[in-house]
């Protein structure tokens, strides 16, 4: 008797992922979830654009909530720059007119409206903790309060965008937590495929026995669809046999392996040659390599919290204790992804191949996660780490990045700033005439001077353009004596430049300079909320005269 079963009608997908269809094959739902989980904090206290173009790029891709901290109202001159007020915002606060319009675009997403001044507001106990971000728009009062604002973030572990637009100049900076892990860096496809052939595991080595057993009387079908995998392992066996069981090692030899490969090939066909056999060639360099974990990985397994995680580590450092101990006790070798690569084969039997792969990465992950049971027990934590996040971790290990926020510099007088550890890398950065350092050296004096200048009493730009030369003037002169032989005259020629132009707009922002800076912000933004692909560090220079960035670690 046989019976048939009708498979389960395919679900549509729903509504939101429609809605979101193409930003979620970027980063998935996990990505998503985090950002519909985030609550950014925008203080705006300047003109206000570039913090606003900001956040349109995050809500568009649904952020749960933001909230905007601004005590202006709404005047004539925001309305030709800022486009998220109306006339009919005149006079009203433009923190809740920018708020309601910035509502419009995307009603998934919460907005809030604080038209109280910055200083009450920040006075407030624990005022940060409910927010995943900040973002710091550049103005007079921001700048004199940056260092407490930074201390505060930093206190909390809550990422910060400093960001500056002014003229054709615009700059951010981002500062995030001591430590900050990415699992998900998205590296390129074909470096993630991990295929053990150097260490092969025995379900791999029956199946590559199977498939190649008289691999000679093949038919020229069967032989020229033979997965390559399965042709490296079987063509590293014979090579082994006559190498005291060693593998190709050298390039010397990698290539004599290639050429053992090519002359297995048959050329006496319609194609003059097998598809398969030359995936094979071509696969040698980057497939046969003895285990080796990268720098990022390496700097995980050395700190001390994976070496010793604690009840009340992330868990980032319990599932890394878990997956080095995982590398210690299997020679070098981490968890398998279980991916496999494209290639010229039969669907069934590489079907087959994937399941052989897949059911090795779940016996990985299934003896890692007893590991992370084993941690918390230890530990006495009360809630499991979900094995989703250890499978995720498996699957990514071996690209972890372990980034170590720098603190923002602080616009201090030029004689405060400590150059001693920077010294070298700063005058290489001058010393090329493409950089655009000078602009970020341009942003820091331009802090400074309006930090310093009293808020009733503001410099003329003649004198506000003598202040930032002088301070400009002086830090390059300090910085020059830790190496004479760095001729700066062109660095002061281009920094002159710079400074008048940060003069001449005296604080005001261009709408296309911040439009385009926000959606620059934005990216790196969503990066750090979701925690995925790798944000810069720490800070972006865009000059809007020639269109081009930079980036420095300063």
């Not at 910035?102 to 910055?118: Q, S, T």
């Not at 940060?128 to 973002?135: E, G, K, R, V, W």
């Not at 710079?498 to 990216?523: D, F, K």
Request: glycine fraction near 4%.
């Amino acid at each position: 008797m046989t019976t048939s079963t009708t498979p389960p009608p395919l679900q549509a997908p729903s509504a939101k992922e429609k809605k979101y269809d193409r930003q979620l094959r970027l980063w998935a739902a996990s990505g998503q979830l985090a950002l519909e989980n985030a609550h950014v904090l925008l203080l705006n206290d300047g003109p206000g654009v570039v913090g606003v173009e900001t956040l349109k790029n995050l809500i568009l891709p649904s952020i749960g909530n933001f909230t905007i901290v601004d005590s202006s109202k709404v005047q004539e001159e925001d309305l030709g720059v800022n486009f998220f007020l109306s006339e009919d915002s005149l006079g009203k606060s433009r923190a809740e007119e920018s708020c309601r319009f910035l509502r419009e675009l995307n009603p998934d997403v919460n907005g809030h409206a604080v038209k109280e001044p910055m200083d009450s507001f920040l006075a407030r106990q624990d005022v940060l903790s409910q927010y995943t971000m900040i973002l710091l728009a550049s103005s007079p009062k921001i700048s004199r309060d940056l260092a407490r604002i930074c201390e505060m973030a930093a206190q909390s572990a809550i990422p910060l965008f400093y960001i500056h637009s002014v003229g054709f100049y615009s700059q951010f900076s981002v500062q995030l937590p001591s430590q900050f892990p990415i699992v998900d860096t998205h590296p390129d496809p074909a470096s993630t495929q991990e295929l053990r052939l150097l260490n092969p595991w025995p379900e791999l080595s029956e199946y590559m026995l199977t498939k190649t057993s008289g691999l000679e009387s093949l038919s020229d079908h069967e032989h020229g669809h033979v997965p390559y995998l399965l042709l490296l392992l079987y063509y590293l066996q014979e090579w082994k046999s006559s190498h005291g069981g060693k593998p190709p090692q050298t390039y010397k030899e990698k290539s004599n392996f290639r050429a053992l490969i090519r002359e297995g090939a048959r050329k006496d066909n319609a194609e003059g040659g097998e598809e398969n056999y030359d995936e094979a060639a071509g696969a040698v360099l980057r497939s046969l390599n003895p285990p080796s974990i990268s720098s990022g990985l390496r700097e995980v397994f050395e700190a001390d919290e994976c070496r010793t995680p604690k009840l009340d580590s992330a868990n980032f450092w319990v599932i890394a204790h878990a997956i080095r101990k995982f590398h210690a006790l299997h020679d070098q070798l981490l968890p398998l992804p279980g991916s496999v690569p494209d290639m010229k084969a039969q669907s069934k039997d590489y079907i087959e191949l994937q399941n052989i792969y897949k059911s090795k990465a779940r016996k990985d992950l299934a003896e890692t996660a007893t590991y992370v049971r084993a941690i918390e027990k230890q530990l006495g934590r009360k809630y499991a780490i979900d094995e989703k996040e250890i499978e995720a971790f498996c699957k990514g290990a071996a690209f972890v990045k372990l980034i170590k926020g720098k603190p923002i510099l602080i616009p201090y007088k030029p004689d405060e700033v400590d150059l001693c550890e920077q010294a070298t890398y700063l005058l290489q950065e001058f010393d090329n005439e493409e950089s655009l350092l000078p602009i970020s050296l341009s942003f820091l004096a331009y802090d400074h001077v309006i930090s310093e200048q009293h808020p009733d009493n503001p410099l003329s730009l003649d004198d506000f353009a003598a202040a930032l030369t002088q301070y400009t003037t002086f830090f390059l002169d300090r910085l020059n004596k830790f190496d004479t032989s760095v001729d700066l005259k062109a660095t002061r020629e281009r920094t002159s430049s710079v400074v008048s132009e940060l003069a001449r707009a005296a604080g005001t922002e261009l709408h296309n300079i911040s439009a385009l800076t926000g959606g620059m912000v934005a990216q790196e933004a969503l990066k750090v909320l979701m925690k995925q692909y790798i944000p810069i560090d720490n800070t972006c220079v865009f000059d809007g005269i020639t269109s081009k960035t930079g980036v420095f670690r300063v």
